[in-house]
């Protein structure tokens, strides 16, 4: 498909490849904690999304409170403080609101059929949306503009500005801790075999209810990561951007393979790059209907995902 | 409990004498029209999530493709120009169609998977009819919808038969589409009583309870689930033609939207998942709390409070919580819904007891 727009050699290629690629990354980190959540407790956590949008709330009201709101009216340290407390306050509540849902809501129903908790957590997505209506009204709220917007790269044809260096600098070193996290800690081991076999683990002494609070709190501040980035990259928030966020990075993590870490990655940058491209090529109206037309293509013909391994249908 | 598990019929009745009452009034009829719509839509969903078991997320896209149907065979800018009958019929097959087009190729998925596809679906099905605007007008939507005299009817002067002087002067005024609209709800929940107990109906049952074990007496998993399909679609389509009728318009795009699907999903959880009448009483208590209740209850804070009425004091700032909460504490509490399925109950009560 990328072969396909190359050949067209419409100038601004590598542009929106390298816009698809930032996008990309945001996605991805609001979709590792989908793919978490869904590995180890088989919930599309609908309010995923929605935990999203509230944290972007939070970093605009923490900015407002503090009087940050634009870069000219700031002294630099001020504005370097305050992009640094969002990005320490922002994650630690939507993690902390995160686990509190899971043990007030999602917890009771573990035993519960399927259908119960995917309810459940489109009410939470309700309670979650109201409370973002309430706090910011229905209309979209500009965002204070902190990160300059200047150019970093003299190349011809492309720009990569500050905002850019931003979201690649704060999420590469995020999902790069994610990462090692899971795969060396021995929480992170304990993870990846409650989501193997949440029975297994238990017998095995591994605290279950506890690994899962700690997925959430995880999935929770990534999501507030991806809020902070958000908001200072697109400059507004909104209180049902949640949703459409929340359902592109849904799709990046069936992409990559629902439950796999590195394919919510990959799936994220896919989603991102063909997001930017068609926006490009086709305008801004069709992305929507390619993205979701690439979820139902991926999952008809390969529906563990990208990196998804074939597993076998349990009875 | 005999009266209560017979209250359908008795409401019912009560709904076909309302435009007679001295309380009728043209506002509610017409809101009790769109009520009794959005009862054929859940009770469409039901075929599909509740008989056989399949998380549709996108039922909103049949609904929407009945209505634009119905909007292009009838509205003066398309050559046209059907009678109702005529049109409501196609969007019902053009429903059905799609919908056994589209889901036939990815019934082999299961759960989640199914209704992740189905979610894309519709909306993908919302951006094509947002998108499309030279067929659809976008957000202007397709009006008038002012479809063709009754077959049989031709140049009877349909106003001669009114009642009241404000029933309108087209046959397709209220209430002659009230009656029009309560009499395919009617027939749709007798249609559907009979499809449960045929075959066809217990065979989706038994798919909803254990695919692998009716597998092994001999269904064929993949045809049933392509029935339920086209019976759900084509019911949604029938719903989506009475509402383009209903609302004179096919209106905007976002009337057909994930969160309709999603509200339709509400309303048969909350209701009963796979009881006809737990159904019925889902859809009036969400989508009559939805569209009549709160505005009733904003403008009698409006009253009470004058010029002090704040934003956050309206009820309608609120509902998207109220749903939310009452979501959950349903699924903590009583999760087989108001009026369960016996079968379904059962089910849940057995996974309680082995869970405490």
Known sequence: MLDVFAQTGAAGFEQFLLLGLVMGSLYALIALGYTMVYGIIELINFAHGDLFMLGGFLAWQLAWTLGVRTLDASSTGAVVGAVALMLVTAPLACAALNVATDRVIYRPLRSAPKLTVIVSAIGVSFVFMNVGSLWLGTSPVKFPDLVPDANLVTAAGVRFTWKDLMVVGVTVPTMVALTLFVKFTPLGKAMRATAQNPTAAKLMGINVDRVIAVTFAIGGSLAGVAAVVNGLYNKSVHYQMGFQNGLYAFTAAVLGGIGNIPGAVLGGLVIGVVGELSKAYLGTKWSEAVVFTILIVILVFRPSGLLGARTREKV | ?356
Request: proline residues 5%; hydrophobic residues 55%.
């Open chain 2, 1 to 356: 409990m005999s009266l209560l598990r017979y209250w359908p019929p008795v409401l019912f009745a009560a709904l076909a004498a309302y435009p007679f009452l001295p309380v009728a009034d043209v506002i509610r009829g017409q809101q009790f029209t769109i009520l009794f719509v959005y009862a054929i839509l859940a009770l469409a969903l039901n075929v599909v999530l509740g008989y056989t078991g399949l998380l549709h997320l996108g039922m909103a896209a049949y609904f929407g493709i009945g209505a634009y149907t119905v909007g292009i065979l009838s509205v003066p800018f398309f050559p046209f120009q059907q009678s109702f009958v005529v049109s409501a019929l196609a969007g019902v097959l053009a429903a059905a169609a799609v919908g056994v087009a589209t889901t036939a190729p990815v019934l082999r998925l299961r759960g989640d998977y199914l209704a992740l596809v189905t979610l894309g679906f519709g909306l993908i099905v919302q951006y094509l009819i947002r998108n499309l605007d030279p067929i659809t007008e976008g957000t202007k939507g397709l009006n008038p919808i002012e479809p063709g005299p009754v077959p049989g009817f031709a140049g009877t002067d349909m106003s001669a038969a009114r009642l009241n002087s404000d029933w309108g002067t087209k046959w397709y005024d209220y209430p002659y589409l009230y009656f029009v609209a309560l009499g395919l709800l009617v027939l749709t929940t007798l249609f559907l009583r009979n499809l449960e107990r045929s075959r066809l109906g217990r065979a989706w049952v038994a798919l909803r309870e254990d695919e692998l074990a009716a597998t092994c007496m001999g269904l064929n998993p993949a045809r049933l689930k392509i029935a339920a399909i086209a019976v759900g679609a084509g019911l949604a389509g029938l719903a989506g033609a009475l509402y383009a009728l209903a609302l004179h318009t096919t209106g905007n795009p976002s009337f057909y939207d994930f969160n309709l699907s999603m509200i339709m999903v509400c309303c048969v959880i909350l209701g009963g998942l796979g009881n006809r009448s737990g159904v019925l009483l889902g859809v009036l208590l969400l989508m009559g709390f939805d569209r009549i209740a709160v505005n009733i209850l904003d403008n009698e804070i409006q009253d009470a409070l004058g010029s002090s009425a704040k934003e956050y004091m309206k009820v309608s700032a609120w509902k998207l919580m109220i749903f939310g909460v009452v979501l959950i504490l349903m699924m903590r509490f009583r999760p087989e819904g108001l009026l369960p399925e016996a079968r379904v109950r059962r089910e849940l009560h057995d996974a309680d007891a082995k869970a405490g």
